[in-house]
């Protein structure tokens, strides 16, 4: 445990984004949400916010294109809601989390996100798949 929590904001950002389904206007809804470790390593906040009509590969492109000031990769967790049917037809949604961890990203940033994950999911709570 690396002691880094998430800022109130954050949270209450994930709040929202898991009962968007149920708003009406498409400007209020999100695809997917980037968050980083920011504050000199001290919090986790949202950076980024995908449009709903972004698809997986815009996801993807925006985890792999981020870089730091210096042009070193950025590593992440991010959830993205996911539709899809199943074998018998059926519609599905899930919120899909994911930590993002290249390989080139310094050990330092390696080791921090990958001792803070499990904490940050649990102060976000349920609903992720």
Known sequence: MSGITALPEA???YNQFKL???????????RYAIY????????IDTVEKGDWDASWD???DSLAE???EKGKPLGAY???DFDYSTLDGREQQKIVFVAYTPDTLPV????LY???REAFKAELGSGIA
């Open 11 to 13: 949270i209450e950002f």
């Open 20 to 30: 968007q389904r149920n708003s009406k206007t498409v400007d209020q809804k999100h």
């Open 36 to 43: 980083r470790i920011v504050n000199k390593d001290q919090n």
């Open 58 to 60: 815009d996801f993807v």
């Open 66 to 68: 981020a870089k730091d």
């Open 78 to 80: 991010a959830l993205f």
């Open 108 to 111: 330092k940033q390696k080791m």
């Open 114 to 116: 990958g001792s803070t």
